[in-house]
């Protein structure tokens, strides 16, 4: 079975500095699609990275950066030199190719980020 | 402006009366998606659907239904609402390659009492 697991409820971070957010991931089916969504207070879901499980390398999209080890099922967001509108909940999510796409998500990660 | 119409943002009905949430996107949009939120849980996957008349149960269908009659409009049905379908509420579209993530709507608070 498909599944995200994300460990940290809440983080904190300090303005300017760097931050990653953990996310591993478990699934039988070589082809796969990893995402990073972000949730402000106000509520919208806001896309921000893709990673394809057969893309060599590491997915960038201005500060986010996705590490992603195949090997460890692991796909980390760094968000870097954080700002103070990168307080939110950010959720990490697999869709797999077999089955009809089904999207999968992780059950979140609030990051606070500190003046 | 490319986006996905949700309606109503917000709603407090009684057990059992029957309730549709639309969804309509604009972007031509093979692939949707309708998403419940709830507090440690994430989202799950309520039903998605990969075209016109093809729809699929997600992770938890009981309790809902959906229709795909035209492409850009996919509503939410809950024929006899519990309170624990108490919840918030996304549709999501994308044009169906994994590689672009959901455009998601805003998002219905749904109250049941």
């Known amino acids: 079975a498909q599944k995200i697991t994300q460990t940290q409820p809440g983080m904190f971070v300090q303005e300017k500095e760097a931050v990653t957010l953990d996310c591993t991931y478990d699934?039988?089916?070589?082809?796969?699609?990893l995402f990073w969504y972000k949730q402000p207070s106000s509520g919208e879901m806001i896309f921000l990275i893709y990673?394809?499980?057969?893309?060599?390398q590491n997915a960038t999209e201005g500060r986010y950066s996705l590490n992603f080890q195949k090997a460890r099922k692991s796909a980390n967001l760094v968000i870097s030199a954080s700002q103070l509108g990168d307080s939110a909940m950010y959720f990490c999510?697999?869709?797999?190719?077999?089955?009809?796409?089904?999207?999968?998500f992780g059950a979140g990660t609030r990051l606070f980020v500190k003046a | 402006e490319a986006q996905v119409t949700q309606n109503p943002r917000y709603l407090i009905t009684v057990t059992g009366k029957k309730l549709t949430v639309t969804c309509s996107q604009n972007?031509?949009?093979?692939?949707m998606s309708w998403y419940r939120q709830d507090p440690g849980l994430g989202l799950r996957q309520i039903y998605y659907s990969m075209n016109v008349e093809v729809t699929d149960k997600g992770d938890v269908p009981e309790g809902y239904k959906v229709s795909r009659k035209e492409k850009r409009n996919f509503p939410l049905i809950l024929e006899s609402p519990s309170p624990n379908q108490t919840s918030l509420y996304f549709c999501a579209s994308n044009e169906g390659d994994r590689a672009y993530g959901y455009t998601f709507g805003s998002g219905t608070r749904l109250t049941v009492v």
């Open positions: 999510a697999m869709r797999v190719d077999t089955g009809g796409f089904k999207t999968i």
């Open positions: 990673q394809g499980s057969y893309d060599q």
């Open positions: 699934t039988s089916d070589p082809s796969y699609g």
């Open positions: 972007m031509n949009h093979e692939y």
